[in-house]
Structure formats: structure tokens, C-alpha cells
């Protein structure tokens, strides 16, 4: 009677919106004939698949994950099948870790897979909880000469084939440039520490007072001087990052970078650096080449085409700032006399930069989740 | 507070580039960034805990719980005979119900799993088929749920659990008359308040609010001794009702009575937070959900309270719900669209919001379904989006004032 009282109750609508269902993600970065992968697995399934709470209190503790890694890699490996060009590929366990999607902790299980020579085309075989969850997702994210792809494998769809073939070099070249563009442009800590360091542009610092340049060319040629300088200087930690001459620790450069924001748009409410925020934008441009070098890094440079990648990155990301300089420096100019620019733009602006970076600059370097989401 | 990182959507960057990618923060919107949003800051990569200590997930239920040991006792009697479609179904229906009570889908795709070697056979028997009609109207695939109760229905037409779910679909694609057919067929195979229920939420929604409201209530008095989740449920429809009847107070009284039988019901707390909202008592409503942030629906509701009520909470609710929405169109789900219409629409963006609505409206034609495809369509100015929802509000005779209002500002819209 009770199962039949519920019927009518209509949860449906509600109960399907309340949580998600389950997915793994499946990262696959090919290069040649290797193959890196990272699987996140969520630790609710591999609760119910293998069991991780061990002393059953519905805690799942990073110690009784750690205990059952050997379990979780095997478990998870055998049901993924790599095959270039009809051979199987070998896996092997490089790591584990652990990390928070938007529906709980997921194991993070990093492994390698040996193919016999770089394929031509590449065949994956997902099983992973489809046995016992009609509903899993496996979400692939594939990684080939800097392009991207996106998968779905599903009890019905357990199998995908991609055909890799050769990207020529101009396609290779301007999918890096691409991803220069596109980083810049989201990249709001360098948007803003190049930003603060032109605001002041199109004015003079004279007497304390600030005002407005009488001719585009010193602007001009202020904001020139203060682009090239941070290009050049991000430019080279760029290339030497990228090439593995020298590593810097994310969180350090990440850090370092928040700080650069803040000093820089400080040094518009109280003015130290005067005419020559050009040296400012080169000391400080080597620091934010680490951080582009980090999302290069991401991005995997094919060993076959490394400068060709790394200077069409490095292009993208010069055409992107100069999208951004361009669009600036005319209307910074146009609205230079007024008090909205010097009081609202150049002092607010400034102001809400500081503190926008001050925030970065705490949570990079403790580790803190503040105010932001 | 719990903070989550959005699932990788193009590439694995970098902590800090990760968030950012999100396409909600474009350049265009640096300004309100800066003032409004502190967004974009870097999010937790992975990571190896310091501690064995360190507690990464919380399980629903202890394995000790009477949960645990019953799945365990029917996951070992399956496995014992996994031929056993009574077992199986047992199993299915454990965790079929389970999905309704903690709100978690991956029980639903436990129970489909657990029917899976009958429902892949050419003809499957009655029992999976009603249970694959669970499974599918829970996705939102209603068309082919109806017809696996149909092919049930063929062999086993006195089945009460075919019909009662037959008309509960109907009612969600607005098919009032076949719903009716169906409580026809539940009638004879069930109780009087059972089946006075099913046509008084009929009723409701037909222009006869006034009538359902006391069948509903004549036949609760007649059964104190009803089970609580049916009176809960019972006391949640009598409160709709009286909203359509512009009876607050009387609202207010039902949906009070309805949460004291304390049973955990997120429909309930939902009816009664969106009354709360329209009511402009956002206070309560956020004390109401506070607890409530891990269901998607109640998440949404309980960020426009605190939206409402101006509390410092409510743009990290606000991104926490967008992460679970880009992680269900990761997936290819389609299960939030009301939610997200209405998301778009408090966050400005009516355009968005009619687009899903609409799509939404498509698959689901609740009342709330038609309520968010009225309102984004008024705030877009878009009467012909609108027109699918009016012709609702019209043939059904729905009563509601609040409904009639913006069919009515629509209306002038057009003039």
C-alpha cells in the first residue's frame, strides 16, 4: 500500500534534480608514443564498487583510501583499454591523489600508457562501473598536438576511435596562437597588472597633481614602451620555462604574480615609479612568463613541433594584449581631461585593483579560500 | 563553506585558470568583476591530504545502518541467484526508493543496472518493465516510460502501480484527460483516499481548485491514521491549493502542518521557500534551507533568498549552483532546465532564460514549468514564447492569480 502511496506523490520531477548522477573524468594527453593520463574517479563509486570505508563510521578518510590504492589502480586500469593502431597499449600507475568536484572527492589516479610506436589512430575502451550504474558517465577529455576533445562514453557508447593523423604546421601553429589568445583574455591578473601600469598613460604626474598629456604620441609612446618591455620579459621566463630551463613552484609564481598586481596598481595611488613603470613591466613581465609557461605546460607542447608551438603561443598572447591596449589607450585618451578619469577610472580603478589582488595574493600564498567562489 | 572545482571543460589548466575559463567571466564583465564578484581566483587542484585523518567524503549512511545491511542482504541474494528477477527487482526497488529519499541519482542508475539482463531481453516481464518506466520518467524520457507501463499494462491490467504511475506522467505533460482515465483505472484496485487524491490534484489543476481542496481535505480528516508521508504529501497539495485560491494564510497553515510530521521531503521545503520568496520573507526562507545546499533545487532557492534578504552568501551559492549546472551539461543532462531558466532570469539575462524555459516546457508542463516560461517571456518581451504556456493557462483552466496576472501584462504586451 505505501509503495502505491508514493507513486502518486510526483517526486519525480524533484528527486531527478537533486544531485548528479555519477561521471568519472578521463584526461588522455598523447604525444607520441606515450600517452599520459589522469582518471578522477568519485570515491562514492569506488565505495560501492571495492568499498574504502573500511571501519564502516561513513567517513571516508585519506587514510583508508591510501590503504586501498593498489585496489582502486587495478580495479580502474582494467577496465580502460588503449589501442594504437590495433595494439594494445600497456598502463601504468604514475600517482595518486585526491581533489573536490562540484559532487564530492574523487580519486585522482595519474598513469602512463606505453604504446609499441606513436599511432596513427587511437581506440579507447571504457567499462569503469557500468556493471553495476546503467547511468555513469565517463567523460573524456582528449589532448592531441594542443587540440582538444571531448567524449562521453556510456553503457551504450563504450567505445571510441580518433583518428590523429599529422596537423600541419600552419594548423599546429595557429591552434597555439589560439590558445595564447584566448589565456590572455582570461587571464585577469595579467589583464589587470597591465592595466594598471597603462591607466596612468595618458596623464602627467606633476606637483602631486595629475594631468592630462597634451599629444597622443607621449602617450603613445609610454604605452609602447611599457608593452614592449613587459612582452620581452615575459617572453623569455616564457621560453625558459617552457623549455625546462628553470621551474618555479605554481604557488610561488602564482603568488608572486598576485603580488605584481597589487604594487603595481598601489604605485598609482601613491606614485613611486614615475615615468619609467617601463622597468616595472619588465621585472615584473619575467615573473608573469612563469605563469603563462604554467598554462603551456597544461597544455602539452608536442616534441616535434616545440618552438613552432612556443612561439605561436607567445604570438597569441602578444596579439591578444595588443586587442586590449588598442581598445584602451583611444578611449583613455579621449576621456583624459575629465575628473571621471582621474577620480572614478585612475584612483577607483586602481583602489578596486589592490584590493581585487590583495585577496589573490592571500589565498594564493596560504592556500585560503576567502571571498571568492 | 565548501567551495568545488568545475569538472575539466576544454583542458586541465593551471589552478588559477581553471574557474576562470568559465564562459560567464569574459572580459566585458571585468569591471563587475572587480567590484561585485572577486571571482577567478584559483581553485583547489589536486591534491595529496595531509593527514590519513583528513575526512574526504561523507557516505549517506553508515554500513552498519538498517540501510547498509539491507542493501547488503539484497546485493548478496542477487549475486547468489543472479537469475532471480524477484531478487533483482527487490534490489532495484531498494535503491530506487533510496534515490528518493537522499536525492541521489546514482541509486537510480544501481536499480536500472540491477533489471538491466531482463530490460535488454526482447520481451521483458511486467515487473522490470514497470521498473524501467521508474528509471526512465526519472530522466525525463516520459514518452518511453508511458509505453513501458503500456506493454505492462497489456499482461497485467490490475496492476494499481501501473495506473497510479500512468496518470502521475500524464499530469507532468499536462495530459489532463488521460491522467483522469488513468485514476478511472486506479479506482476499483485502490483506497477511497488514495483515489480521491489522484483526482483531486487532477482537479486542481482544471479550474475546480475549490472542490479539490475539500475532497483533499474531507479525506484526510476521514484517515488520521494515514501514513505520514501521505499526509505529507496530502498537506502539500491542500497548501498549492489554497495558494490558487489567493489563500495564504490558509497556505501557510498546510504547509506548517505538512513539515511538522517530520519526514525529509525536498518537495515540501521547495513549495514552501517559493511561497516564502513570493510572500517577500526571504529571512525565513534561507532559515528554512540553510542545511539544504547539497540538492540543486533547494540550492537555487535558498541563493535567491539570501539574494533577497541581501546576505553576503549569496553569490558563492550562486556559483556553487552554476558549477552544478555546467557539470550537468558536461554530461549531456537535461534535468535542470526550470532551475536554470530561473537562474538566468534573476541574473538579468532573459533572453537565456526564455530559451530554456521554452526548451524545458517541451518535456515538462507542470505548473512551475509554465510560472518560469510566463515570467522569462515578460521580462524578454517575447509573447510568442509565451504562447505554449498561455494556451495552458487557458484549456486547463488553471486557476492561480498570480498566473492570471502575468498571462494578462502578456496579453498588453502584444496589443
Request: aromatic share 8%.
Given at each position: 500500500m505505501i509503495r502505491v502511496l508514493a507513486l502518486l506523490m510526483l517526486l519525480a520531477s524533484f528527486a531527478a534534480e537533486a544531485h548528479k548522477p555519477s561521471d568519472s573524468y578521463l584526461r588522455l594527453r598523447i604525444d607520441g608514443a606515450e600517452v599520459a593520463g589522469q582518471w578522477d574517479i568519485a570515491l562514492r563509486d569506488l565505495e560501492q564498487a571495492i568499498g574504502l570505508d573500511a571501519n564502516g563510521d561513513g567517513d571516508i578518510?585519506?587514510?583508508?583510501?591510501?590503504?586501498?590504492?593498489?585496489?582502486i589502480a587495478a580495479y580502474a586500469l582494467a577496465r580502460l583499454k588503449i589501442e594504437g593502431d590495433g595494439k594494445s597499449c600497456a598502463l601504468r600507475v604514475t600517482g595518486h591523489q585526491v581533489d573536490?568536484?562540484?559532487?564530492?572527492?574523487?580519486?585522482?589516479?595519474?598513469?602512463?600508457?606505453?604504446?609499441?610506436?606513436?599511432?596513427?589512430?587511437i581506440e579507447i575502451g571504457y567499462s569503469l562501473f557500468f556493471d553495476f550504474d546503467a547511468q555513469h558517465k565517463g567523460l573524456l577529455n582528449l589532448q592531441y598536438q594542443g587540440r582538444i576533445q571531448s567524449l562521453v562514453f556510456t553503457p551504450e557508447q563504450p567505445k571510441q576511435r580518433f583518428v590523429l593523423g599529422e596537423m600541419s604546421a600552419l594548423r599546429q601553429f595557429v591552434s597555439y596562437a589560439r590558445e595564447g589568445v584566448w589565456h590572455i583574455w582570461i587571464g585577469y591578473d595579467h589583464i589587470l597588472f597591465l592595466l594598471s601600469l597603462l591607466l596612468p598613460a595618458v596623464l602627467l604626474r606633476e606637483h602631486r597633481h595629475w594631468l592630462p598629456v597634451t599629444r597622443f604620441g607621449d602617450a603613445f609612446w609610454d604605452v609602447f614602451k611599457i608593452v614592449t618591455s613587459f612582452t620581452v620579459a615575459h617572453s623569455i621566463t616564457l621560453s625558459l620555462a617552457a623549455l625546462g630551463v628553470i621551474t618555479l613552484p605554481t604557488r610561488l609564481v602564482e603568488s608572486a604574480i598576485a603580488a605584481s598586481v597589487v604594487l603595481a596598481a598601489l604605485n598609482n595611488l601613491i606614485p613611486v615609479v614615475g615615468g619609467r613603470r617601463w622597468v616595472v613591466a619588465f621585472a615584473f613581465g619575467l615573473i608573469h612568463g612563469?605563469?603563462?609557461?604554467?598554462?603551456?605546460?597544461?597544455l602539452g607542447l608536442p616534441r616535434n613541433a616545440l618552438v613552432l608551438a612556443l612561439v605561436g603561443f607567445n604570438v597569441g598572447v602578444e596579439a591578444g594584449q595588443l586587442a586590449i591596449v588598442s581598445a584602451f589607450l583611444p578611449l583613455a585618451y579621449f576621456l583624459r581631461r575629465s575628473w571621471f578619469y582621474r577620480r572614478v577610472v585612475l584612483l577607483g580603478g586602481s583602489t578596486a585593483i589592490v584590493l581585487v589582488a590583495m585577496v589573490w595574493l592571500l589565498e594564493r600564498a596560504f592556500n585560503l579560500k576567502l571571498i571568492s567562489a | 563553506m565548501l567551495y568545488f572545482e568545475p569538472p575539466p571543460q576544454s583542458l586541465p589548466g593551471p589552478a588559477t585558470y581553471t574557474s576562470i575559463r568559465s564562459a560567464?567571466?569574459?572580459?566585458?564583465?571585468?569591471?563587475f568583476l572587480i567590484f561585485f564578484g572577486l571571482n577567478g581566483t584559483a581553485w583547489p587542484a589536486p591534491f595529496t591530504p595531509a593527514s590519513d585523518d583528513e575526512v574526504l567524503e561523507r557516505l549517506p549512511f553508515k554500513a552498519s545502518a538498517t540501510e547498509g545491511q539491507e542493501l547488503r542482504q539484497l546485493r548478496r541474494a542477487l549475486t547468489e541467484q543472479p537469475q532471480n528477477l524477484e531478487r533483482a527487482l527487490a534490489l532495484a526497488r531498494r535503491y530506487f526508493d533510496l534515490a528518493g529519499a537522499e536525492g541521489d541519482p546514482r541509486y537510480v542508475g544501481y536499480a536500472e543496472a540491477?533489471?538491466?539482463?531482463?530490460?535488454?531481453?526482447?520481451?521483458?516481464?511486467?515487473?522490470?518493465?514497470?521498473?524501467?518506466?521508474?528509471?526512465?520518467?526519472y530522466r525525463h524520457e516520459f514518452d518511453a516510460a508511458l509505453a513501458d507501463l503500456a506493454r505492462a499494462a497489456e499482461r497485467d491490467p490490475g496492476n494499481v502501480e501501473i495506473w497510479s504511475w500512468r496518470s502521475a506522467i500524464l499530469m507532468v505533460q499536462a495530459d489532463y484527460t488521460g491522467a483522469r482515465a488513468a485514476c478511472a483505472r486506479v479506482a476499483p484496485l485502490a483506497s477511497a483516499l488514495l483515489t480521491a487524491a489522484c483526482t483531486a490534484i487532477i482537479d486542481a489543476r482544471t479550474g475546480k481548485a475549490a472542490n479539490a481542496y475539500a475532497d483533499l481535505s474531507a479525506a484526510l480528516t476521514r484517515r488520521p491514521d494515514a501514513d505520514a508521508a501521505l499526509k505529507l504529501w496530502i498537506q502539500t497539495r491542500l497548501a498549492e491549493a489554497a495558494v490558487q485560491l489567493g489563500r495564504d494564510q490558509i497556505a501557510e497553515r498546510h504547509f506548517k502542518a505538512g513539515l511538522a510530521l517530520g519526514v525529509t521531503d525536498g518537495y515540501i521545503l521547495a513549495a514552501y521557500a517559493d511561497f516564502l520568496l513570493d510572500q517577500g520573507r526571504p529571512l525565513e526562507a534561507v532559515s528554512l534551507l540553510k542545511n539544504w545546499e547539497r540538492s540543486d533545487v533547494l540550492l537555487l532557492r535558498l541563493a535567491l533568498a539570501e539574494d533577497a534578504a541581501k546576505l553576503a552568501s549569496a553569490p558563492a551559492h550562486f556559483a556553487m549552483l552554476?558549477?552544478?549546472?555546467?557539470?550537468?551539461?558536461?554530461?549531456?543532462?537535461?534535468?535542470?532546465?526550470q532551475d536554470e531558466a530561473r537562474l538566468h532570469l534573476h541574473q538579468g539575462d532573459a533572453r537565456g532564460a526564455v530559451r530554456l524555459a521554452a526548451e524545458n516546457y517541451h518535456l515538462q508542463r507542470e505548473p512551475s514549468d509554465a510560472l518560469i516560461l510566463l515570467e522569462a517571456a515578460l521580462a524578454a518581451k517575447d509573447v510568442a514564447a509565451a504562447q505554449p504556456a498561455l494556451d495552458w493557462l487557458r484549456s486547463s483552466g488553471y486557476e492561480d492569480p498570480a498566473y492570471a496576472k502575468l498571462a494578462q501584462r502578456l496579453q498588453e504586451l502584444r496589443k
Open positions: 578518510t585519506w587514510g583508508e583510501v591510501r590503504a586501498r590504492q593498489a585496489d573536490h568536484h562540484s559532487d564530492g572527492a574523487y580519486e585522482v589516479l595519474g598513469f602512463a600508457a606505453d604504446c609499441a610506436a606513436a599511432p596513427a589512430a612563469f605563469g603563462f609557461a604554467g598554462v603551456l605546460a597544461e | 560567464m567571466y569574459r572580459l566585458p564583465t571585468l569591471i540491477a533489471i538491466r539482463p531482463w530490460t535488454s531481453a526482447a520481451d521483458p516481464p511486467v515487473g522490470a518493465l514497470v521498473m524501467h518506466a521508474l528509471v526512465r520518467q552554476k558549477d552544478r549546472f555546467e557539470a550537468s551539461a558536461l554530461r549531456g543532462d537535461k534535468l535542470h532546465q
